[in-house]
């Protein structure tokens, strides 16, 4: 046994402590006084009962149940999926009771960050320029155009030309289409980019003169709009496009911006044992930071709020936000139930090999990055924020198509918390914050942050003004993050609906 902490307990009351290293049969933990002998090998990241659960009452972890033990479980034992089973079932009745507002007060360690004020008043943290396709018919041509203008325009003052594939926008109706349309016409409105080029191809359903309509008023030396099918030459005619969004571009600098302006999106992926005790709490500090310093942070992942959504729903600012949030949670059960899926079934089988037993333990973890602060807004998907504070949008918990909701809501930087890892990034900067240094020792090439220092001495206070730092450098260009230096930003548009 070494002197480093095998193990944590996160509230005194909880049945379970968890190993901080992989624990052998016959490893001992003192909890409270009392010596625990393990039974079994434990992996790092999973439970050890730390004291009798009978059948059929709750484990408690973070001081709340995640589920019910399905046979006596002993102290020592290894608590995971074998032996414990979620209690959340279909629709539940809620009732507003709103917590004490708490003071987010805090100094932060920067006031302002250095950004691209947009003619419109907006403020973006990149100056590029993006090609945005109506369909997915013209995805290579997209792609092509994007390879050209980046060697055409290489030391422009720009940073760089992106495209953003998709397969949608044609056969498809209603609310599906115009789901799709409201998440590009938010990309196209997002102040990262500089100029933008819609491309469509002429004979889809979300055709150029549709989707003005679905974009409403725009800047017309900032958007350029061409149809392929009505030139003889759309690579020609695109790259003469991109050439005056280039110049137009030229126009901006940065300058001091208050941090108030700056809008960050909360999302964790391939998530672990340890991300409810390191860096979901972490990313939580920073929302609390900087909510309290005027800016605003957004939240998805409805179906990873089931099990825990009444911390937040008590957390609403006024009781419209309560009944919103219980419309945003129904609505996705609903979403489940109208496909005949089990609404709880969650977490994924990477979540349970890092550890994650049940969906109420992985809400728990997740809800966290929230922070304290009172939810002021929550956003139908595709809807752009409009209150500052702490949001919520209507997204699922996939990895694309919730960092994409976040982006098209207006988020200037994702903060993406993981325990397994991942190379993904969004059309915007994506943290990859980790949640045990394992992970970030081992995946440099995707980790931008570790907050596995959290269980090896670091103090929260410093590590969140170090992690707040980091994130103006971003905002403000003085840092790339792994997905922009390895060049990886994508979408994913949610789909829910007939393709004809």
């Known amino acids: 046994m070494t002197d480093e902490p095998v193990f944590t307990v996160i509230q005194p009351d909880d049945s379970v402590c968890v190993a901080l290293r992989d624990l052998a049969k016959g490893d001992t933990v003192e909890v409270n006084g009392h010596c625990v002998t393990v039974r079994e090998d434990v992996p790092f990241g999973h439970k050890v009962a730390v004291k009798t659960v009978h059948p059929g009452e709750d484990v408690l972890k973070y001081g709340y149940s995640i589920g019910a033990a399905t046979q006596k479980i002993e102290p020592g034992e290894w608590v995971h999926t074998h032996n414990v089973k979620t209690k959340l079932e279909g629709h539940l009745t809620y009732t507003f009771q709103p917590l004490p507002k708490k003071n987010l007060k805090r100094r932060v360690p920067n006031e302002t960050f250095a950004g691209y004020v947009r003619k419109n008043g907006d403020v973006g943290i990149r100056n590029e320029i993006w090609i945005i396709n109506t369909v997915g018919c013209i995805n290579k041509t997209a792609e092509v155009l994007a390879k050209m203008a980046n060697e055409t325009f290489k030391g422009a003052n ?52 549709a989707f003005k309509r679905a974009l409403g008023e725009y800047d017309s030396e900032s958007v350029k709009f061409l149809v392929s099918q009505e030139v003889d030459d ?98 996705f059960k609903d979403y489940f139930i109208k496909h005949g899926q089990e609404i709880y079934e969650n977490p994924s089988p990477g979540n349970k090999d890092g550890g994650i037993t049940t969906l109420e333990e992985k809400s728990l973890g997740c809800v966290q990055k929230g922070g ?27 990895d694309l198509v919730s960092v994409t909701a976040l982006a098209a809501a207006g988020a200037h930087i994702v903060l993406f918390t993981t325990g397994r890892g991942t190379p993904f990034g969004g059309p915007v900067p994506t943290v990859k914050i980790s949640t045990n240094t394992h992970l970030y020792d081992k995946k440099r090439n995707w980790i931008d942050f570790n907050a596995g220092s959290l269980i090896e001495g670091t103090r929260m206070d410093a590590l969140s003004n170090r992690l707040f730092e980091y994130v103006t450098k971003v905002a403000s260009g003085e840092v790339q993050t792994k997905n922009e230096e390895h060049g990886f930003k994508e979408i994913a548009i949610f789909k829910d609906g007939v393709i004809l």
């Open 158 to 209: 720009i940073d760089g030309v992106y495209h953003f594939p998709h397969p949608y926008g044609c056969s498809q109706l209603g609310d599906d289409l115009q789901n799709t349309q409201k998440v590009l016409s938010n990309l196209v409105q997002h102040p990262n980019a500089a100029g933008v080029l819609v491309l469509g191809l002429g004979c889809e359903n979300n055709h150029v003169d």
């Open 372 to 398: 304290t602060a009172q939810v002021a807004g929550v956003l139908r998907y595709g809807e752009r924020v409009k209150e500052k504070g702490l949001n919520l949008v209507q997204g699922p918990g996939n």
């Open 234 to 331: 759309e690579l020609e005619a695109g790259m003469a496009l991109i050439e005056e969004l280039v110049d137009y571009a030229a126009s901006f600098t940065r300058e001091p911006v208050p941090i108030s302006e700056l809008k960050v999106g909360l999302k964790c992926g391939g998530s672990d044992g340890f991300s409810g005790i390191t860096a979901n709490p972490l990313v939580g500090q920073y929302s609390d930071m900087l909510v309290s310093a005027g800016g605003t942070t957004v939240l998805t992942e409805v179906p990873e709020m089931f099990g825990a959504e009444t911390i937040l729903m008590n957390r609403a600012v006024n009781e419209d936000v309560f009944t919103d949030i219980v419309r945003l949670i129904d609505g």
